[in-house]
C-alpha cells in the first residue's frame, strides 16, 4: 500500500461489535478460505480477519498490513457458509472497508482513478459507451489479442495477464434497450423488470438479449425500466458505502412506481446487493420501507426461472457441462440448486459436478485487477479442478465469473466454452 498513509483521523465507524462478538474462533470456516487454502496464513484467514477488526475496533491501528489482509479478502463469504455461529463476514468486511475508506488518506492518482471509476465512469452510460468504443478498436486493429498472447507467454508481467481480464465490447450495446418493453411469447403470465447492469450494458449485451429472450419464451412481460443504474455493489465492497446508497435511492425511485412481478438480474453479484438495499438504507427514513419492498421483489433469473412453470419445448444440445458457483448467487443469496436444475432440465445436457465447485474462482468484482497475483493463483487452481472433469462448456451465473473463467480457459484450460446458464437456455430455445 505504498500510496496510502495512515491519517489520525478517530472516526470508529467499521463492523459492528454484535458482528465481531458471534466468532468463537473455532476455524471452522478455514478451508472454506480460497485465500487461506493459497496462502495457508492465519492473518489470511476469515478467523485471522475478524481477530485482526476485533484489534481495531478495541483501538489499534488502521496500519498498511491491516489494510493489506483486508484487502486480499476476496469478499466471496464462503466462509458465512461454513461458519456454525452465523457471522455476517460479508458485512463485516464491507464495514472495515468503509472504515479503512474514512481513515486512510490516499496518494492524489489513486484518488483520482478511484473517483472516476466509481464516481463517473460506472454511473455514465455515455462514458461507459465511449469505453466500450475504444475497447471494440483495440480489438479489431489487433492490440487486446496481442496483451493476451503475451500475457499467455507471461510477456509483460502483470499487464499482460491483467489484459486476460478485459472484457470485450460488444455492439450495439445494450443501453438502447433501456425503456423498452419486450412482449411475452403466447400468454403473458409475468410482467418483469431487468436491471441490465453497468459494464454489462457493453460487454455482455448478447447476455442481456438472450435473458430478455429466455424470459419472453417463459410468458414474461419484460421491461427494461428507464432510470436504472449500477447496483451499487463494486462501490460497496470497496468501502464506498454512501455512493452504494445513492445509486440505491436512483434505482428504488426508477422502478417503485412499476408493478413488477420481480425484479430480475442475470449478475449475481449485483444480485447479492440488490437483495440487501433494504439493510443498505435501513438508516433511511424515506427509503428504509421502500428499499424493504424493493429488496424483496428481487431474484436472480435462474432462481426466478426455477421458481415458474418452465418451458420446457428445447432442443438438445448434447454437451458435457460443469457448473462454477458464483460465489454472491452460492453464499450471498443461498441460491445452489436453481441453476443446476435449469441445467438438468435441458435435454442432452451431460452434467460433471466438478470438485470445489463452491470455492470463488478469483473473480470477485475488481479483485482480479486490483489483487491481480492472489487472484491468478486461485485461478490457477480452479482450473484444475476444472479440466479434472473433461467437460466441454464451463457454465456459471455471472458475468464477472465469466470473463475470469475464460482467462483461465486461455490460460490453463483445453478450450472449453464458458457459458451463463441462461445462454445455454437460449440455445436449447434454438437461438
Ligand atoms: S468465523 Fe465462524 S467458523 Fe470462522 S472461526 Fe469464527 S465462528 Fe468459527
Ligand atoms: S470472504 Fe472469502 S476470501 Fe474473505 S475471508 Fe471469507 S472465505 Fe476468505
Same mark, same amino acid.
Not at 86 to 110: H, L
Given at each position: ?17 454484535f ?5 468463537v474462533?473455532?476455524?471452522l470456516?478455514?478451508?472454506?478460505c ?10 489470511d ?10 484489534q ?5 491501528p ?20 461454513a461458519?456454525p ?12 472497508r468503509a ?46 489479442g496481442?496483451?493476451?498472447?503475451l ?22 450495446f ?7 418493453t ?5 400468454q ?7 436491471l ?5 450494458n457493453v ?5 442481456n ?30 468501502g ?24 430480475l ?7 447479492s446487493?440488490?437483495k ?5 438504507? /435501513?438508516?433511511?427514513?424515506q427509503?428504509?420501507a ?40 452460492? +453464499? ?12 438438468? /432440465?435441458m435435454p ?15 473473480s ?9 497475483e492472489?487472484?491468478?493463483?486461485i ?8 479440466? /479434472? ?6 457454465a456459471? /451465473? ?13 490460460? +490453463?484450460?483445453?478450450e472449453?466454452?464458458?457459458?451463463h446458464?441462461?445462454?445455454l ?7
Amino acid at each position: 500500500m505504498a500510496d496510502s498513509i495512515v491519517v489520525s483521523d478517530t472516526t470508529r465507524v467499521g463492523p459492528k461489535q454484535f458482528d465481531l462478538d458471534r466468532c468463537v474462533h473455532c476455524g471452522l470456516c478455514l478451508n472454506a478460505c480460497p485465500t487461506y487454502r493459497e496462502l495457508g496464513l492465519e492473518m489470511d484467514s476469515p478467523r485471522g480477519r475478524v481477530y485482526q477488526m476485533v484489534q481495531v475496533s478495541n483501538g489499534a491501528p488502521i496500519t498498511p498490513s491491516y489494510e493489506e489482509h483486508i484487502g486480499l479478502c476476496l469478499a466471496c463469504r464462503g466462509c458465512e457458509t461454513a461458519c456454525p455461529s452465523g457471522v455476517p463476514y460479508g458485512r463485516m468486511v464491507e464495514d472495515a472497508r468503509a472504515q479503512i475508506e474514512s481513515q486512510v488518506k490516499r496518494g492524489r492518482a489513486a484518488t483520482w482513478l478511484r473517483q472516476f471509476v466509481f464516481r463517473k465512469l460506472l454511473v455514465s452510460p455515455r462514458l461507459l459507451t465511449a469505453a466500450g468504443a475504444m475497447i471494440y478498436l483495440s480489438e479489431r486493429i489487433g492490440l487486446k489479442g496481442l496483451m493476451r498472447v503475451l500475457g499467455a507467454c507471461h510477456i509483460g508481467g502483470r499487464w499482460g495477464e491483467i489484459a486476460q481480464l478485459a472484457p470485450s465490447a460488444e455492439p450495439p450495446f445494450f443501453f438502447s434497450q433501456i425503456g423498452k418493453t419486450f412482449p411475452a411469447e403466447g400468454q403473458t403470465r409475468h410482467r418483469v423488470a431487468f436491471l441490465a447492469g453497468c459494464i454489462a450494458n457493453v460487454s455482455f449485451a448478447r447476455l442481456n438479449e438472450a435473458t430478455v429472450r429466455v424470459l419472453q419464451k417463459n410468458g414474461c412481460e419484460v421491461v427494461i425500466p428507464e432510470g436504472q443504474t449500477c447496483c451499487g455493489a463494486l462501490h460497496l465492497h470497496s468501502g464506498l458505502r454512501e455512493d452504494a446508497q445513492r445509486l440505491a435511492r436512483r434505482n428504488i425511485d426508477a422502478l417503485e412506481k412499476g408493478g413488477y412481478d420481480a425484479i430480475l438480474t442475470n449478475a449475481a453479484g449485483c444480485g447479492s446487493t440488490l437483495k440487501e438495499y433494504g439493510e443498505l438504507l /435501513a438508516d433511511d427514513p424515506q427509503y428504509a420501507a421502500k428499499a424493504h419492498a424493493f429488496a424483496a421483489q428481487v431474484r436472480d433469473v435462474t432462481e426466478f426461472l426455477d421458481g415458474i412453470e418452465l418451458n420446457r419445448q428445447m432442443t438438445p444440445l448434447n454437451a458435457v457441462v460443469t457448473y462454477q458457483d458464483s460465489c454472491h448467487l452460492l +453464499h450471498g443469496q443461498r441460491v445452489r440448486t436453481a441453476p443446476r436444475k435449469l441445467l438438468a /432440465a435441458m435435454p442432452g445436457v451431460q452434467f460433471r459436478e466438478m470438485r470445489g465447485s463452491d470455492i470463488c474462482c478469483g473473480s470477485a468484482g475488481i479483485y482480479n485487477v486490483v489483487q491481480n497475483e492472489m487472484s491468478m493463483q486461485i485461478l490457477g487452481s480452479k482450473m484444475k479442478s476444472v479440466n /479434472a472433469t473433461d467437460a466441454t462448456i464451463i457454465a456459471t /451465473a455471472n458475468p464477472g465469473c465469466m470473463l475470469q473463467l475464460e482467462a483461465g480457459v486461455r490460460m +490453463h484450460g483445453k478450450e472449453q466454452k464458458v457459458m451463463h446458464v441462461i445462454e445455454l437456455l437460449d440455445r436449447a430455445y434454438g437461438a
